[in-house]
């Protein structure tokens, strides 16, 4: 069984925060992968500033030659808003013997009783929660509860079935946000050690985030 990990995301653009993340996941998890997955149209956010080609291009650069991280696509190509459901739907139906875990960092964890169809993505997918070092649990009563019946400590088990179980990473502290990387875009500023150096000469070359941000 071969365990493949999902880091969705805007991307908007990618930092060496989301970079690193997927290291570690992959790292910490003993995964064989990990996919990132740049969203088309985000159903709870803003649609992102820069475009679906750009934002790929932007991941392909950062990851290229890392092994085990690759840019998954799928969601740019589709229609309408992205959900997460429908996209682990698609790959269960492409691995259905394999092991696939979603990656989520604790805030998007604590607030999973929101998310479209959420009782369905345990049945998917594994979910691997990036935790900061010191960083509290979910406070909602549902999501405790699931964490408390699904929660592995063993990352071995995550290739014991395709699906089911809630395993916890350490997340490195690396306070970068795509927000802050457009506003110093923006203001002229620089961007080194912020995002990949591949990725700061495409931006560069481009116009996108010089005008104004949000």
């Given at each position: 069984?071969?365990?493949?990990?999902?880091?969705?995301?805007?991307?908007?653009?990618?930092?060496?925060?989301?970079?690193?993340?997927?290291?570690?996941?992959?790292?910490?998890?003993?995964?064989?992968?990990?996919?990132?997955?740049?969203?088309?149209?985000?159903?709870?956010?803003?649609?992102?500033?820069?475009?679906?080609?750009?934002?790929?291009?932007?991941?392909?650069?950062?990851?290229?030659?890392?092994?085990?991280?690759?840019?998954?696509?799928?969601?740019?190509?589709?229609?309408?808003?992205?959900?997460?459901?429908?996209?682990?739907?698609?790959?269960?139906?492409?691995?259905?013997?394999?092991?696939?875990?979603?990656?989520?960092?604790?805030?998007?964890?604590?607030?999973l009783d929101e998310w479209h169809?959420?009782?369905?993505?345990?049945?998917?997918?594994?979910?691997?929660?990036?935790?900061?070092?010191?960083?509290?649990?979910?406070?909602?009563?549902?999501?405790?509860?699931?964490?408390?019946?699904?929660?592995?400590?063993?990352?071995?088990?995550?290739?014991?079935?395709?699906?089911?179980?809630?395993?916890?990473?350490?997340?490195?502290?690396?306070?970068?946000?795509?927000?802050?990387?457009?506003?110093?875009?923006?203001?002229?500023?620089?961007?080194?050690?912020?995002?990949?150096?591949?990725?700061?000469?495409?931006?560069?070359?481009?116009?996108?985030?010089?005008?104004?941000?949000?």
């Amino acid at each position: 069984m071969r365990a493949i990990g999902i880091l969705g995301g805007t991307f908007d653009p990618v930092h060496c925060g989301h970079v690193r993340l997927a290291i570690e996941v992959l790292e910490q998890a003993g995964l064989d992968e990990v996919r990132l997955m740049p969203a088309g149209a985000p159903r709870l956010r803003d649609p992102p500033r820069a475009s679906g080609a750009e934002r790929r291009a932007w991941l392909e650069a950062a990851v290229g030659g890392i092994a085990g991280l690759v840019v998954d696509p799928r969601e740019l190509d589709g229609s309408g808003p992205t959900r997460t459901v429908e996209t682990l739907e698609s790959l269960r139906a492409e691995h259905p013997d394999d092991a696939i875990a979603l990656v989520l960092g604790m805030d998007a964890f604590a607030r999973l009783d929101e998310w479209h169809r959420h009782e369905a993505l345990l049945e998917l997918a594994h979910l691997v929660v990036a935790r900061r070092p010191g960083a509290d649990g979910p406070e909602r009563p549902a999501v405790r509860a699931l964490a408390a019946a699904h929660a592995i400590t063993d990352a071995r088990l995550l290739r014991a079935q395709p699906s089911g179980t809630i395993y916890l990473v350490e997340a490195p502290l690396l306070d970068i946000s795509a927000t802050d990387v457009r506003a110093r875009i923006a203001a002229g500023r620089s961007i080194h050690c912020l995002v990949p150096d591949p990725v700061r000469r495409l931006i560069e070359r481009s116009d996108v985030y010089k005008h104004g941000i949000r």
